[in-house]
């Protein structure tokens, strides 16, 4: 029903940025909330961010808290996430999520892309 793609992700020195993209295909029309998840070697899962897709209301992990900023453009069906000040702890591969209209649960999720900071 949904399909995302992520992309942008890269290698970057610490203190630096990166502007990560979700391209959103399929029954955009029952969007709720989209969000960035990453994982890093050897490590679980974590919530980085989510907003809501029509009010834009936003949150944040106190780890990026400041730092990141979620975002999503509705006519091109594309979600975003701003690094900014990047840390090597930021290392992770990064995914994005969404669930539709009257689910609690992230039912949908793209493939992944790596942001690698160096120090």
């Known amino acids: 029903q949904v399909r995302l793609v992520e992309s942008g992700g890269g290698l970057v020195q610490a203190g630096g940025s990166l502007k990560l993209s979700c391209a959103i295909s399929?029954?955009?029309?029952?969007?709720?909330?989209m969000a960035w998840f990453r994982q890093a070697p050897g490590k679980e899962r974590e919530f980085v961010a989510r907003?809501?897709?029509?009010?834009?209301?936003?949150y944040y992990a106190d780890s990026v808290k400041g730092r990141f900023t979620i975002s999503r453009d509705n006519a091109k069906n594309t979600g975003y996430l701003e690094m900014n000040s990047l840390k090597p702890e930021d290392t992770a591969v990064y995914f994005c999520?969404?669930?539709?209209?009257?689910?609690?649960?992230?039912?949908?999720w793209g493939q992944g892309t790596q942001v690698t900071v160096s120090s």
């Open positions: 907003i809501y897709w029509n009010g834009g209301s936003t």
């Open positions: 999520a969404v669930a539709p209209l009257g689910r609690s649960e992230f039912d949908y």
């Open positions: 399929g029954r955009t029309f029952s969007l709720a909330r």
